[in-house]
């Protein structure tokens, strides 16, 4: 059997409302001459009668397309405006906005959720298509410096020297790449999560010591002068990405501050948190590049060099804000920056007497 369909939910309406206006409209014409058979009303077989009768139909049909009118027009056109504007949408137009100006309260809500829906559907493809233009140009600078360097290699009259220095060049850029595609894999992995797993308790000082080891042959290199103080504090959370957390805050106070600065390290406890304060005597920041530190791959080239990938700092705000934590930074152009890391206090952190 073939299944009857309609062109548009507002058709099936009209077409429902007639039916049913006709099949009403011809049930009482029925009822009222099954009357006048029996004899109760011998005058319903009179022309005026008739006339009357059919005069209720024209009516009714009438009514009906009145009715269907004004129905279709302030319910069921707007709904299908909404039909229409979802199948744009699917088709990947995100500028379309539904205005309906009626006076159906829950019409007016359902256009307003669909025109912020697109609007933010609209903002995550801006950001999809940012994101991989800014990965395919971090990707691009490397691997042109390796094909380039992997070029003037085939030269045979290179020195020894200068094929190890081309060499070192090249190891340099697939290390880039190497921690680029490490750091991406990362935040995008943590952007799906929405809490810490893998928990242990460790020894908070203990691993900032261990970050600022690894980061020393970086600040031995620029002579930089260290201070640090850290209570000694137990703490419970994912070691290895708390980890990444100091890592790139002692590495960019390294990075942004010049040769004989100095950066300080602090740990302190308190009854309801933690707090670690990252600072240094670097060039420092404007007000409006403390507004974008965060964001993914924003570079501010701070120190006339243009290492880096600008995922470090959103990497840490991201470990951070799964770990119920806060960031804040505190800076002047000159006058160098202070990051303060604040994490609470589980019941499973105690301090060392």
Do not use: C
């Not at 005069?55 to 319910?75: D, E, N, Q, R």
């Not at 006076?103 to 829906?117: A, R």
């Not at 691009?140 to 070192?168: D, H, M, Q, S, V």
Request: glycine share 4%; proline share 3%.
């Amino acid at each position: 059997m073939k299944k009857i369909t309609f062109p548009s939910l507002w058709a099936a309406f009209v077409i429902f409302v007639f039916l049913n206006i006709i099949f009403t409209s011809l049930l009482v014409i029925f009822i009222i001459y099954a009357i006048a058979y029996v004899g109760i009303a011998d005058d319903v077989k009179s022309p005026k009668a008739l006339s009357t009768l059919f005069g209720v139909l024209l009516f009714s049909v009438v009514i009906a397309s009145t009715i269907s009118y004004f129905i279709g027009k302030h319910v069921f056109k707007p709904i299908n405006n909404i039909s229409q504007a979802m199948r744009n949408v699917s088709k990947g137009d995100f500028s379309i906005r539904l205005n309906y100006d009626g006076t159906v309260k829950e019409l007016e809500n359902m256009s307003d959720n669909f025109n912020s829906m697109v609007h933010e559907l609209g903002n995550m493809e801006a950001l999809r298509n940012d994101f991989v233009v800014t990965v395919s140009h971090e990707f691009k600078t490397p691997l042109a410096a390796i094909e380039g360097y992997a070029t003037i290699l085939r030269n045979p009259e290179l020195t020894i020297e200068e094929y190890r220095e081309f060499l070192e060049k090249i190891t340099e850029s697939i290390k880039q790449l190497a921690q680029l595609s490490s750091s991406i894999l990362m935040i995008s992995n943590l952007e799906n999560k929405e809490m810490i797993t893998e928990k242990k308790r460790f020894r908070l000082d203990e691993q900032i010591r261990q970050a600022v080891l690894l980061l020393e042959p970086l600040w031995e290199r620029k002579h930089l002068t260290l201070n640090i103080d850290l209570d000694h504090v137990f703490y419970f959370s994912n070691e290895e990405l708390l980890m990444q957390v100091w890592i790139n805050l002692i590495n960019n106070a390294v990075k942004f501050t010049p040769k004989n600065g100095e950066i300080n390290i602090l740990l302190k406890e308190f009854p309801q948190s933690v707090q670690i304060t990252v600072s240094d005597t670097g060039v420092g920041m404007t007000p409006e590049v403390q507004k974008y530190i965060f964001d993914k791959f924003f570079k501010e080239d701070r120190s006339g060099s243009i290492e880096g990938n600008g995922l470090g700092l959103a990497l840490v705000k991201r470990i951070i804000d799964l770990s119920h934590g806060k960031i804040s930074v505190q800076s002047e152009p000159g006058l160098g920056s202070s990051f303060v890391v604040t994490l609470p206090v589980a019941r499973t952190l105690i301090s060392i007497q």
